[in-house]
């Protein structure tokens, strides 16, 4: 089954600092370019970033650049999220999504989501 | 990056057709065929409805249909049934070669 599983969110402090975690199965993982998308409580999705096969490659949406790190580690099948000098507008459900195969623009798996909250 | 353009609510009754809008600008929508749409129960993460402006994904119900012209892309939800009801965000690649999501449309079936 292909899956994506989240980890790593938590109650942070402004100012602070968390990573995420994505462990991908059921796929071939380097294959794929890999994006983080949020979701604020009660608010739309955002799209966060994302990453080339293998990660040589990275952009960010303007309100995180210089503040989130996405990288990844294709020998572990996994996707992270290093995120600097958080605020509580960075509250939000973190999902680590995957492109539906054959097109780059669109997102067919999703994990469950991981909560951060930022607040002191 | 502005979010894409939704109406906040749409509703419709069982068996009926409905269409949500979701405006950009030349730099995302207008100028790329890589408008996608997402349908989002509550507490459940989204699920992909439509991709590249009108395809389906696999087991996605052919009720659901999606085009575009110019800087709007919309998403057709014919014989509208119970279990449609749910929140429906766009999206689309930019100029930027980032993406962008619409602020979302929920939808009541009446």
């Known amino acids: 089954e292909v899956q994506l599983v989240e980890s790593g969110g938590g109650l942070v402090q402004p100012g602070g600092s968390l990573r995420l975690s994505c462990a991908a199965s059921?796929?071939?993982?380097?294959?794929?370019?890999m994006h983080w998308v949020r979701q604020a409580p009660g608010k739309g999705l955002m799209w966060v970033s994302r990453?080339?096969?293998?990660?040589?490659?990275?952009i960010y949406a303007d309100s995180v650049k210089g503040r989130f790190t996405i990288s990844r580690d294709n020998a572990k099948s996994t996707l992270y999220l290093q995120m600097n000098s958080l605020r509580a507008e960075d509250t939000a459900v973190y999902y680590c999504?995957?492109?539906?195969?054959?097109?780059?623009?669109?997102?067919?798996?999703w994990g469950q989501g991981t909560m951060v909250t930022v607040s002191s | 990056q502005s979010a894409l353009t939704q109406p906040a609510s749409v509703s419709g009754s069982p068996g009926q057709s409905i269409t949500i809008s979701c405006t950009g600008t030349?730099?995302?929508?207008?100028?790329?065929?890589?408008v996608s749409w997402y349908q989002q129960h509550p507490g459940k993460a989204p699920k992909l409805m439509i991709y590249?402006?009108?395809n389906r994904p696999s087991g996605v119900s052919y009720r659901f249909s999606g085009s575009k012209s110019g800087n709007t892309a919309s998403l057709t939800i014919s014989g509208l049934q119970a279990e449609d009801e749910a929140d429906y965000y766009c999206?689309?690649?930019?100029?930027?070669?980032?993406?962008?999501f619409g602020g979302g449309t929920k939808l009541t079936v009446l």
């Open positions: 590249d402006v009108s």
């Open positions: 999504v995957r492109p539906i195969t054959g097109t780059m623009n669109a997102f067919d798996i």
């Open positions: 030349s730099s995302d929508i207008g100028g790329y065929n890589y």
């Open positions: 999206s689309s690649y930019t100029s930027s070669n980032t993406r962008v």
């Open positions: 990453i080339n096969t293998d990660g040589s490659a990275t």
């Open positions: 059921g796929f071939t993982f380097s294959n794929y370019w």
